[in-house]
Nanobody, 130 residues
Framework: EVQLVESGGGLVQAGGSLRLSCAVSGFTFDEYAVGWFRQAPGKEREVVSC????????YYGDSVKGRFTISRDNAKNTAYLQMDSLKPEDTAVYYC???????????????????????RGKGTLVTVSS
């Protein structure tokens, strides 16, 4: 059974940092691209970051570029999203997702919304106060 379990969400003041984790099981983690997307009330889903399996390249949406960093530890079957300089508009439920497609073309497509991701977790809430 495929499982992605997010943790690390919480309440933080604007300008602060949080680190989200995504523990994965049920598939060969190092063969899958991993992404993070968020959903805020009344807003469209936004894929904020993706990390490829093939070359470890990391990709970001414009709204988080320079503030968020995605990484993965294949030995631990875990992905991370380091979020710095948080803003109130970053408030959302954050989901970890994975897909067997990989590489620059796929990750860029996932961020732009052209491609979906096959598996996702249940999400963790991030609230940034002003």
């Amino acid at each position: 059974e495929v499982q992605l379990v997010e943790s690390g969400g919480g309440l933080v003041q604007a300008g602060g940092s949080l680190r989200l984790s995504c523990a994965v099981s049920g598939f060969t983690f190092d063969e899958y691209a991993v992404g993070w997307f968020r959903q805020a009330p009344g807003k469209e889903r936004e894929v904020v970051s993706c990390i490829s399996s093939s070359d470890g390249g990391d990709y970001y949406g414009d709204s988080v570029k320079g503030r968020f960093t995605i990484s993965r530890d294949n030995a631990k079957n875990t992905a991370y999203l380091q979020m710095d300089s948080l803003k109130p508009e970053d408030t959302a439920v954050y989901y970890c997702a994975a897909d067997s497609r990989h590489g620059f073309y796929y990750c860029e497509g996932a961020i732009s919304g052209r491609f979906g991701m096959a598996y996702r977790g249940k999400g963790t809430l991030v609230t940034v106060s002003s």
